[in-house]
């Protein structure tokens, strides 16, 4: 086993580890403890000695992040990386981490992430999020109300008026998450829907009523990435790291071009580009689904059906497997949920989906998977494709 990563430079990187820890509702625990129960788990899954983890990405808790998550868990790493742009965080981190390791600068980075969010507003330690804040930027829309989940309201109406796009067709990416939740045992909720509970459910903003928005939820999960000499060692067969692609748009709705178009259209079109692959090679696609215009403008924005297409394409159900855990809409969301996209994506490539297992036509497992996070309010976006060759 090597000691060193200098002068390594062009190694592959690898998905060799990776776990939940306990999701859904947990009120005893700390989102420390969650980070904790994650790593261990994803250590163990990849049959490696933690003393090969120096590298560390986490973001989302503590004062100083990553240095106390690195504490908490006994590690010292000489890599690390704390980059935070909301949810797309965790897809953005592991393409640092893979440049990290393919360069030589590290051998195995450790990506966790926990949260409380659903047991601290239950005990009132926190209250909702209604705003980023009012500095900045910022200052210019909070004073009219304009929260995270208007913004999110404001772009989907906007591709309803330029494309057509029909509640009907938002709310079907809802039934959608949910029957792929109910084959989920992790999932929170599995009880399925129609798309007419959908649509007459209490409007939050919008066009959204409540099932079109994510759910709330606590949990965390870990992916360790390791450099290639190391999967000769792992306990799983490893899942590559074949491209990665990242981009950030607006941060102010009014310096936002176009309304229907995510940065997910630049992040998507780099990842595939460096993995050389087209989007219609890929078996499933695990995106960001804090709402269901999310789903729909990156399914169009990373190429699986063309601009202002989305709707049609959400209602060919079975076109292409899409968040087959269940989504942040059903299965979990306990804040940036970006990580949580590529365990289950590597869950998928492995054949070890707790839930629905994708099968290609001749019933072989999956052999590409993509993650897309989206952070913020379409502000970010890292894009990870994944393949078992």
């Not at 090597?2 to 989102?31: H, K, W, Y």
């Not at 590298?55 to 704390?82: C, F, H, I, N, Q």
């Not at 004073?143 to 008026?161: V, W």
Request: glycine share 10%; net charge negative; proline share 5%.
């Amino acid at each position: 086993m090597p000691t060193t990563s200098r002068n390594r430079a062009g190694r592959r990187v690898a998905v060799v580890g990776i776990s939940l820890s306990d999701c859904g509702r947990v009120d005893e625990a700390t989102p420390y403890t969650l980070h904790a129960q994650a790593a261990r788990r994803a250590l163990a899954d990849s049959g490696l000695d933690r003393s090969v983890i120096d590298g560390l990405a986490s973001a989302g808790l503590g004062t100083l992040a990553p240095v106390e998550v690195a504490e908490y868990l006994g590690l010292r790493p000489r890599w690390v990386d704390s980059t935070a742009v909301g949810g797309a965080t965790w897809e953005v981190m592991a393409a640092h981490a893979a440049d990290a390791i393919a360069a030589g600068h590290a051998n195995a980075v450790l990506l966790v992430y926990g949260s409380t969010a659903r047991a601290d507003i239950k005990a009132r330690r926190r209250t909702a999020n209604l705003s980023f804040g009012a500095r900045g930027p910022l200052q210019f829309e909070v004073p009219h109300g304009h929260t995270l989940i208007a913004k999110y309201a404001m772009a989907a109406r906007r591709h309803m008026h330029e494309y057509g796009t029909t509640l009907e067709q938002l709310a079907e990416v809802a039934v959608q998450a949910r029957a792929n939740a109910a084959l989920n045992p992790e999932a929170m909720f599995r009880e399925p829907i129609s798309v007419d509970e959908v649509l007459d459910g209490p409007m939050i903003a919008d066009p959204f009523t409540k099932l079109h928005c994510c759910i709330r939820s606590d949990g965390g999960c870990a992916v360790l990435l390791a450099a290639e000499e190391y999967v000769p060692d792992t306990a799983k067969a490893p899942v590559w790291i074949l491209g990665t692609g990242e981009h950030v748009s607006h941060t102010t709705m009014s310096q936002w071009e176009d309304f229907t178009v995510s940065p997910a259209a630049v992040s998507g079109r780099l990842a595939f580009e460096r993995a050389g692959v087209r989007p219609e090679e890929v078996d499933l696609a695990e995106v960001y689904d804090a709402f269901t215009y999310m789903t729909l403008v990156t399914l169009e924005d990373l190429g699986f059906c063309a601009k202002g297409e989305g709707g049609p394409f959400i209602e060919e159900k079975g076109r292409l497997p899409v968040n087959t855990d269940g989504g942040g809409l059903s299965a979990c969301h306990p804040g940036m949920r970006g990580l949580f996209l590529l365990v289950e994506a590597v869950r998928q490539l492995r054949g070890e989906a707790p839930g629905l297992q994708v099968r290609r036509p001749d019933g072989s497992l999956p052999e590409l998977a993509v993650a897309s996070g989206t952070g913020g309010w379409f502000c970010s976006s890292g894009t990870v494709v994944l393949g078992r060759g």
